[in-house]
Nanobody
Framework: QVQLVESGGGLVQTGGSLRLSCAAS????????MGWFRQAPGKEREFVAA????????TYADSVKGRFTLSIDYAKNTVYLQMNSLKPDETAVYYC?????????????????WGQGTQVTVSS
């Protein structure tokens, strides 16, 4: 099993920035993909970004390209999602997810491990 704990959410004004963290622990995999998703009230869970733990390759939703950036601190077993130029419609609970292979999947059903989520609120 892999345990994931998110942090870093909060309230920010339009155009502001936040950095979300996802600390991973538990079973180690020879390959691992970490994804970020978000879910606003009354909406489906939406793909935001994913990164290969092994290779560092990334993929982003079109809506966040150029504004959001993924990175990994291997010493801390932590993935970061830097979010810049935030918009009010990006208010949601943000979830970190993990999958034990190298595919950069965008479908949340492909991920076996999930964190508890962290609230991001962007005020207008």
């Amino acid at each position: 099993q892999v345990q994931l704990v998110e942090s870093g959410g909060g309230l920010v004004q339009t155009g502001g920035s936040l950095r979300l963290s996802c600390a991973a622990s538990g079973r180690t995999f020879s390959s691992l993909t970490m994804g970020w998703f978000r879910q606003a009230p009354g909406k489906e869970r939406e793909f935001v970004a994913a990164i290969s733990w092994t290779y560092g390759t990334t993929t982003y939703a079109d809506s966040v390209k150029g504004r959001f950036t993924l990175s990994i601190d291997y010493a801390k077993n932590t993935v970061y999602l830097q979010m810049n130029s935030l918009k009010p419609d990006e208010t949601a609970v943000y979830y970190c997810a993990g999958r034990g292979d190298i595919g950069l999947y965008v479908d949340p059903s492909e991920y076996a491990y999930w964190g508890q989520g962290t609230q991001v609120t962007v005020s207008s």
